[in-house]
């Protein structure tokens, strides 16, 4: 076990160190500022619509009737629930890219430039170096998770917009997608080059496909873990489906890893 948290440490420096990984990261965070600016100017201006200047006090809001006065209050929900929607996808988004990267190139990139060779002529497994490179990626994507979260209290206070109770769920459900992203990435980069990998990993969701067709059973659900229509909606996601989707990222993600166990020990390295 101790091997394993070696290996994880070194990869997790090596990570650090990387600057397309800093600037996938930089992009996503870029993103996420674009859009909740882009999405704030536009609350805005229908607060000065509706709300002539957000004065309720104002003659044009007394005189108004009770039915335009729901509407207008509608109108607000819904565009504060736009807002959140927005800026949920620009996290979720940049996080899956920084995911995508960092597990199609755990292993190949050390196979690619030869290092590889040194550390497995050391008393360590395969499988131990396979579960470090994955425990390395899972601590970087984790550091992302809780930015996310802290970026979302950020937003809620710097834009006065009470969050909807289902983005409470928002940071966990995107790191078991991202984790379930970057199992089948570092799997299928074992097979072609890293950026294929990726990008198969990213398009191989059933959400593609109708339920007429077979690979809608075979192919991994990520649909699920997007809550970006409830957000837009406010609906309700229940503690009880957080549960069961946790359950199923998890069997995903022991299921790539052993099948990546099994492609690396037939893989040439040396």
């Known amino acids: 076990?101790?091997?394993?948290?070696?290996?994880?440490?070194?990869?997790?420096?090596?990570?650090?160190?990387?600057?397309?990984?800093?600037?996938?990261?930089?992009?996503?965070?870029?993103?996420?500022v674009v859009s909740t600016i882009i999405m704030n100017f536009q609350r805005r201006q229908i607060n000065d619509e509706f709300l002539d200047g957000a004065d309720m006090n104002s003659p044009a809001f007394k005189n108004m009737s009770e039915e335009d006065k729901r509407r207008m209050q509608e109108t607000m929900e819904q565009s504060m629930s736009t807002i959140e929607a927005f800026f949920y996808a620009a996290g979720s988004f940049g996080g899956s890219l920084?995911?995508?990267?960092?597990?199609?190139?755990?292993?190949?990139?050390?196979?690619?430039?030869?290092?590889i060779r040194l550390t497995l002529s050391k008393p360590i497994s395969r499988i131990q170096y396979l579960l470090g490179k994955y425990l390395g990626g899972v601590v970087?994507?984790?550091?992302?998770?809780?930015?996310?979260?802290?970026?979302?209290?950020?937003?809620?206070?710097?834009?006065?917009?009470?969050?909807?109770?289902?983005?409470?769920w928002a940071?966990?459900?995107m790191f078991c997608r991202q984790l379930m992203l970057g199992s089948l990435a570092m799997l299928l980069s074992l097979f072609v080059h890293p950026a294929i990998a990726g990008a198969l990993a990213?398009?191989?969701?059933?959400?593609?496909?109708?339920?007429h067709n077979p690979?809608?059973?075979?192919?991994?659900?990520?649909?699920?873990?997007n809550i970006f229509f409830q957000i837009l909606q406010g609906a309700f996601v229940d503690g009880h489906d957080v549960a069961l989707?946790?359950?199923?990222?998890?069997?995903?993600?022991?299921?790539?890893?052993?099948?990546?166990?099994?492609?690396?020990?037939?893989?040439?390295?040396?």
């Open 98 to 115: 920084v995911s995508l990267f960092i597990f199609s190139t755990a292993v190949t990139s050390e196979i690619r430039r030869g290092t």
């Open 202 to 211: 990213f398009f191989a969701g059933n959400g593609f496909y109708s339920v």
């Open 245 to 270: 989707l946790t359950l199923y990222a998890m069997d995903f993600v022991i299921l790539m890893l052993l099948l990546s166990w099994w492609r690396f020990q037939r893989k040439e390295v040396c």
């Open 171 to 173: 940071p966990w459900l």
């Open 215 to 225: 690979l809608y059973y075979v192919l991994p659900s990520y649909a699920p873990f």
């Open 1 to 32: 076990m101790n091997v394993i948290f070696l290996i994880a440490r070194d990869s997790i420096r090596a990570l650090l160190h990387q600057r397309l990984l800093i600037a996938l990261i930089l992009v996503s965070l870029g993103l996420t």
């Open 140 to 168: 970087v994507m984790a550091a992302y998770a809780i930015i996310a979260s802290l970026a979302m209290v950020v937003f809620s206070a710097s834009s006065h917009v009470e969050l909807s109770p289902v983005m409470k």
